[in-house]
């Protein structure tokens, strides 16, 4: 069990850039969760993929973020024009299926200069 | 829908002393309830899981938590602190599809 990877660990980019992120799960899970976390809150759930489908959007995704598991093994997700807001942290998790608990990565920072 | 308030933001105490840190959920259907830890720049790491199969759940570091039902509520608990304990909690609930809603976390400060 090598964990969940997460890269790059920290992002420092302009506004309205694109960024990327890359997410590595464990080896035999099945699903696949992106969330976001503001200084102060908990993680929010931004979507997930049962493989290679994405089951569900959260209403926080706006059309400027975009998600892809293809293949069903890794996974990205891409912000375009970014915006200030957009600074966070976005964590990805990953769990054998629906029941079991999720093992999360140690995030990208994301900051928006 | 479903969702978790985390009584308190910040809990302070003493190396040795009883850990209480507070959840509670609403959810439509049979929950699954999670507590897990983060440390700075990392992120969260299971403690512990409910999943209907006994009220009293034991997880890692001497951490435990109680499901009651009929106060919709899993507080976490460790019968004595210790400095490494310092961190922050968040308990989560999760639906049938896996699918989870985090409460906004707990800090908890250990003093010597």
């Known amino acids: 069990d090598t964990g969940v990877s997460q890269n790059p660990r920290h992002k420092i980019t302009k506004r309205g850039q694109n960024v990327t992120f890359r997410c590595d799960p464990i080896?035999?899970?099945?699903?696949l969760y992106w969330y976001r976390q503001t200084l102060g809150q908990g993680p929010e759930f931004l979507t997930y993929?049962?493989?290679?489908?994405?089951?569900?959007k959260s209403r926080l995704l706006s059309d400027r973020f975009s998600a892809e598991r293809p293949k069903g093994s890794f996974s990205t997700l891409e912000i375009q024009r970014t915006e200030q807001g957009d600074s966070a942290m976005y964590l990805c998790?990953?769990?054998?299926?629906?029941?079991?608990?999720?093992?999360f990565g140690d995030g990208t920072r994301l900051s928006i200069l | 829908a479903q969702s978790v308030t985390q009584l308190g933001s910040h809990v302070s105490v003493s190396e040795g002393a009883l850990v209480l840190l507070r959840c509670n959920y609403s959810s439509s259907v049979p929950p699954y309830l999670f507590w897990y830890v983060q440390y700075p720049n990392q992120g969260l790491q299971l403690l512990l899981k409910y999943t209907s199969a006994a009220t009293l759940v034991k997880g890692i570091n001497g951490f435990e938590a109680e499901f009651k039902k009929s106060e919709t509520s899993f507080h976490l608990t460790k019968p004595s602190a210790h400095m490494s304990d310092a961190a922050e909690y968040f308990c989560a609930v999760s639906d049938q599809g896996g699918k989870s809603t985090f409460g906004d976390g707990t800090t908890l400060t250990v003093k010597p």
């Open positions: 993929f049962q493989n290679e489908a994405q089951l569900e």
């Open positions: 998790a990953s769990s054998v299926d629906s029941y079991q608990p999720q093992h």
């Open positions: 080896s035999e899970h099945n699903r």
